[in-house]
């Protein structure tokens, strides 16, 4: 099979998967996915993430680019071979097309993308809308560009930005779409400030037991955005939100920690997409890491970096009750128990029955409608 027709290939998969709508085909069959990969990128292994280059394993390199994944195109580097943390990456090409679908672009329209990337995804939307109705921020200098060079070598010339995109682009402004193309927890106000009235916000959001869903904002005129999550959608952290990755590094003074029993089975939690998402809205801050046992035992640890606090539950099959430890001012599992209570009592809601209001206060959880709050945080004693 011939690389072009590996192209063809990828949009007919792409299509018959339900992924690419008839709006997005033509842009997607023209832009060239190849042309914005650099030579370098990193596959993961066992012990991390190692290079693959183009010009020592092309067929293989190729055959990456046009598969329906994501490709790993940074790394932190470790002074190694192999590296443990991706910083930057090209999004699985399902992905970028339903992230366009939501975004409903029409002729005249202008956008502004958060995260330029590759430079592929701004070029689909210069393809689509025209260059002079394309402004993409990238926070990286060298990834910008990269991504500056990679469009204009594939003929397209979108204004691209060095900066935070979380201060969106005033001189631009107002946009008719916005598209930030990394996780979010806190929506920048910037962003409902700079959408024009009627206009739409798409991007990912999560939290720290939770990476991701993908909300739908729209624009009210009166300084407010607002929209409901319309699906999944994990994506790297914007920079300045990176949860602190390392759970264990804050659990410390384990002899110091308060141990009780739980009849909460952990996995009734974060074992449900929907439990796990509501979680993460009720218990702000906190990161998960699981150590497995034999015999399908394993311990949940918990921690909020911040506080140095950190909880644990060693889950025992077929037990009734499990047994938890918690250290430090939060008591993290009992507000997970309180969180997942809650859960329980609004009838156990799945995460697209939840939406987020943005204004000048700050943002806004609700569940079905933007008059039915939800709680910002258990507290718990």
Same mark, same amino acid.
């Given at each position: 099979?011939? @690389?072009?027709?590996? @192209?063809?290939?990828?949009?007919?998969?792409?299509?018959?998967?339900g992924?690419?709508?008839?709006?997005?085909?033509?842009?997607?069959? #023209?832009?060239d996915?190849?042309?914005?990969?650099?030579?370098?990128?990193?596959?993961? !292994?066992?012990?991390?993430?190692?290079?693959?280059? @183009?010009?020592?394993? %092309?067929?293989?390199?190729?055959?990456?680019?046009?598969?329906?994944?994501?490709?790993?195109?940074?790394?932190?580097?470790?002074?190694? !071979?192999?590296?443990?943390?991706?910083?930057?990456?090209?999004?699985?090409?399902?992905?970028?097309?339903?992230?366009?679908? *939501?975004?409903?672009?029409?002729?005249?329209?202008?956008?502004?993308?958060?995260?330029?990337?590759?430079?592929? $995804?701004?070029?689909?939307?210069? /393809?689509?809308?025209?260059?002079?109705?394309?402004?993409?921020?990238?926070?990286?200098?060298?990834?910008?560009?990269?991504?500056?060079?990679?469009?204009?070598?594939?003929?397209?010339?979108?204004?691209?930005?060095? &900066?935070?995109?979380?201060?969106g682009?005033?001189?631009?402004?107002?946009y008719?779409?916005?598209?930030?193309?990394c996780?979010?927890?806190?929506?920048?106000?910037a962003?409902?400030?700079?959408?024009?009235?009627?206009?739409?916000i798409?991007?990912?959001?999560?939290?720290?037991?939770? $990476?991701?869903?993908?909300?739908?904002?729209?624009?009210?005129? =009166?300084?407010?955005?607002?929209?409901?999550?319309?699906?999944?959608?994990?994506?790297?952290? $914007?920079?300045?939100?990176?949860?602190?990755?390392?759970?264990?590094?804050?659990?410390?003074? +384990?002899? #110091?920690?308060?141990?009780? #029993?739980?009849?909460? =089975?952990?996995?009734?939690?974060?074992?449900d997409? $929907?439990?796990?998402?509501?979680?993460?809205?009720?218990? %702000?801050d906190? #990161?998960?890491?699981?150590?497995? &046992?034999?015999? !399908? /035992?394993?311990?949940?640890?918990?921690?909020?970096?911040?506080?140095?606090?950190? *909880?644990?539950?060693?889950?025992?099959p077929?037990? *009734? /009750?499990?047994?938890?430890?918690?250290?430090?001012?939060?008591?993290?599992?009992?507000?997970?128990?309180?969180?997942?209570?809650?859960?329980?009592?609004?009838?156990?809601?799945?995460?697209? @029955?939840?939406?987020?209001?943005?204004?000048?206060?700050? +943002?806004?959880?609700?569940?079905?409608?933007?008059?039915?709050?939800?709680?910002?945080?258990? +507290?718990?004693d």
């Open positions: 099979m011939s @690389r072009e027709s590996s @192209r063809v290939g990828l949009v007919e998969e792409l299509t018959r998967g992924y690419l709508s008839p709006s997005w085909r033509d842009a997607f069959t #023209r832009v996915r190849k042309q914005f990969i650099p030579d370098r990128i990193w596959v993961r !292994g066992d012990d991390g993430y190692h290079p693959l280059n @183009r010009t020592t394993d %092309p067929d293989r390199w190729h055959a990456l680019v046009y598969d329906d994944q994501a490709l790993v195109t940074q790394v932190e580097d470790n002074g190694g !071979g192999t590296a443990l943390i991706p910083s930057s990456s090209a999004s699985m090409p399902r992905v970028v097309a339903t992230m366009l679908d *939501a975004l409903a672009v029409a002729d005249g329209q202008t956008a502004l993308e958060i995260g330029t990337g590759t430079g592929y $995804n701004a070029a689909l939307l210069s /393809e689509q809308l025209g260059d002079r109705h394309v402004v993409s921020i990238e926070v990286d200098p060298r990834i910008a560009d990269t991504a500056r060079a990679s469009l204009k070598a594939a003929g397209y010339a979108p204004t691209v930005i060095t &900066g935070d995109g979380g201060l682009c005033p001189p631009y402004a107002p008719d779409r916005i598209i930030v193309t996780a979010l927890h806190t929506v920048p106000y962003l409902a400030e700079q959408t024009a009235p009627g206009g739409a798409v991007l990912p959001w999560g939290t720290g037991l939770y $990476n991701g869903v993908l909300l739908r904002l729209t624009a009210g005129g =009166d300084g407010t955005a607002s929209g409901p999550v319309i699906g999944d959608s994990a994506f790297m952290w $914007n920079r300045g939100e990176t949860p602190h990755r390392d759970v264990m590094a804050t659990v410390k003074e +384990q002899d #110091r920690a308060t141990a009780s #029993r739980t009849c909460l =089975d952990p996995r009734l939690v974060l074992g997409e $929907n439990a796990a998402f509501t979680a993460g809205i009720l218990v %702000p906190c #990161r998960y890491s699981v150590g497995h &046992g034999p015999d !399908g /035992e394993f311990t949940l640890w918990l921690a909020d970096h911040a506080t140095s606090s950190w *909880a644990s539950v060693d889950y025992v077929d037990a *009734a /009750e499990h047994d938890s430890r918690q250290y430090g001012p939060r008591r993290l599992w009992g507000e997970v128990e309180a969180a997942y209570a809650w859960w329980q009592s609004a009838g156990s809601p799945d995460r697209t @029955r939840y939406g987020l209001t943005v204004n000048a206060a700050g +943002q806004h959880l609700w569940l079905d409608s933007p008059d039915t709050l939800v709680p910002e945080r258990h +507290q718990v």
